[in-house]
């Protein structure tokens, strides 16, 4: 039997609230640290949301993951937010599904092999050692910035070849990139997006 677009809409939804048009429940979703357990005090285990601009279902058991890893594709699609999937591009891994992703994260999948990723560990170890020293220099300072140099550095030295990338006009450049990739997608001066 062929699930028709519209014999899907006619399927029942489970609890939940949706708010404003467009806006949602991003707001609560980005500064309220306990939104799903509110949501799922209130709701259960699987409710409806509004965020990012998408309409969504979280599903917060085991049982419902194992459902959607085991089926994706087949009963559910996952989709990742509108300004995510704009900012990533149609033709990114993230935005691929069915066999072309399945090829394309097999191919991929060759730089996360445990020999590759052996071969990752003397620059990893430099690099870490280099931060190391210069948080002790430093003594007092604000993690998650650093960290995020920390790990950009990681990434663009060994995916790129860089050396002090996270000094690089790059880094910032990509630090913006990454605080629209999970915003409103509406393109204006005042917006991360």
Same mark, same amino acid.
């Given at each position: ?16 609230? *949706? ?7 991003? =707001? !609560? ?5 306990? %939104? ?12 409806? @949301? ?25 009963? *559910?699609?996952? =989709? ?14 993230? +935005?691929?599904?069915? *066999? %072309? ?21 003397? @620059?990893?170890? +430099?690099?870490?050692?280099? &931060? ?9 300072? @604000?993690? &998650?910035?650093?960290?995020?140099? &920390?790990?950009?550095?990681?990434? !663009? ?19 913006? %990139? ?7 997608? =509406? ?7």
């Amino acid at each position: 039997m062929e699930t028709t677009t519209q014999d899907m809409q006619s399927l029942p939804l489970p609890p939940g609230n *949706v708010y404003l048009p467009i806006i949602g429940e991003t =707001i !609560s979703f980005l500064t309220d640290r306990n %939104f799903h357990k509110k949501r799922s005090e209130k709701y259960g285990p699987i409710y409806k @949301t509004h965020i990012f601009g998408s309409p969504a279902v979280t599903m917060n058991t085991a049982e419902a993951n194992q459902f959607l890893f085991t089926n994706e594709n087949q009963y *559910v699609a996952s =989709i990742w937010p509108k300004s995510t999937q704009i900012l990533l591009g149609a033709a990114s891994l993230a +935005n691929q599904t069915g *066999v %072309f992703h399945q090829k394309r994260r097999k191919l991929m999948s060759q730089a996360f092999q445990p020999r590759a990723l052996a071969s990752y560990i003397p @620059t990893m170890a +430099n690099i870490t050692s280099n &931060y190391l020293k210069k948080w002790e220099e430093i003594g007092t300072l @604000t993690w &998650y910035p650093q960290l995020q140099d &920390y790990t950009f550095e990681i990434a !663009s030295t060994l995916l790129m070849g860089t050396d002090g990338g996270s000094e690089t006009p790059l880094a910032q450049l990509f630090n913006n %990139f990454s605080e629209g990739v999970f915003s409103i997608p =509406i393109s204006l001066p005042w917006t991360r997006f």
